[in-house]
């Protein structure tokens, strides 16, 4: 087999990686009760209106393309992980939305060049494991003058040092990959996007999540519904002392972040980056 078989290969090999550990557990869920207006915000923010074509990438169950149609575009819901589509069918037709759901990985987007007014993801493409590869991709699809809309958790924030608890306890990455929390990093992704770019506006802000009862709540609800803290756990089969070490670090990571408010919840602010741009004539 010639190397660039074999890197066709190894690539199949991760894709396929990655969609089996979205398609695990229960992320639309999750996108619907925890964090249900971050969607609507990027599409705001990237001024999505009646006439324009989008593109949501990596759109899971459409917390963002769902609103997107809502607002009048004609939009196509992309993700790697199509087992995610039902759910989102069904939240659309009950909000009466109309858009087109298409499989699609983010590094190779089967799409025409500048067929799009506005590409935008929403905690979504950040997952494409190689940056680079998957910025050319939102940057080609895009029309020049169009808009680049991005909505990703940061390095700082909770998700992002949710990540960092869940590193050591991980397999190693492959080689090439790189920490999705880089995509909410402002440097990180005006460098992948250059000169191809313009207008760029970035704001860090804050999405309040107060639904889990105690940090435990917390932890169970994700080691039961998020595919990547899935996928550790499994990583752990037959180590159950490691596995109860994770299981200490997640509590100590939401008991760390509880904003203390005496609700009887804890109350989690999660920070993420929202940025867009415009596509350089």
């Known amino acids: 087999m010639t190397t660039q078989n074999s890197a066709v290969e190894a690539d199949r090999a991760l894709k396929s990686k990655h969609r089996a550990m979205w398609a695990q557990g229960d992320y639309p869920s999750l996108a619907a009760e925890v964090i249900p207006e971050l969607g609507a915000i990027l599409v705001e923010a990237c001024g999505v209106r009646p006439g324009l074509r989008v593109l949501d990438v990596g759109a899971g169950s459409g917390n963002a393309a769902i609103p997107a149609a809502l607002a009048g575009a004609d939009v196509v819901a992309s993700d790697l992980t199509p087992e995610l589509f039902d759910a989102g069918r069904r939240a659309a037709e009950k909000q009466g939305a109309h858009l087109t759901w298409q499989e699609a990985d983010a590094e190779a987007l089967p799409f025409g060049d500048a067929e799009f007014d506005t590409v935008l993801s929403c905690v979504g493409v950040m997952f494409a494991p190689h940056h680079q590869q998957a910025a050319d991709e939102l940057v080609r699809v895009c029309r020049p003058g169009g ?75 994700f080691k039961e519904r998020y595919g990547p803290t899935i996928s550790v756990y499994k990583n752990l089969a037959g180590e159950p002392g490691r596995a109860a070490a994770l299981d200490s670090a997640l509590v100590d990571l939401a008991r760390d972040g509880d904003l203390g408010t005496g609700t009887g919840a804890t109350a989690l602010e999660w920070e993420y980056l929202l940025l867009t741009a415009h596509r350089a004539g």
Do not use: C, N
């Open 147 to 221: 808009t680049i809309g991005l909505l990703s958790w940061t390095p700082q924030g909770f998700i992002g040092r949710m990540f960092a608890v869940m590193k050591p306890y991980a397999p190693p990455p492959p080689p090439g990959a790189q920490p999705p929390p880089l995509w909410g990093d402002e440097d990180h992704v005006r460098a992948l996007l250059g000169d191809r770019a313009t207008d760029v506006r970035a704001e860090r802000r804050t999405v309040r999540v107060d639904r889990f009862g105690t940090p435990e709540a917390f932890r169970d609800y």
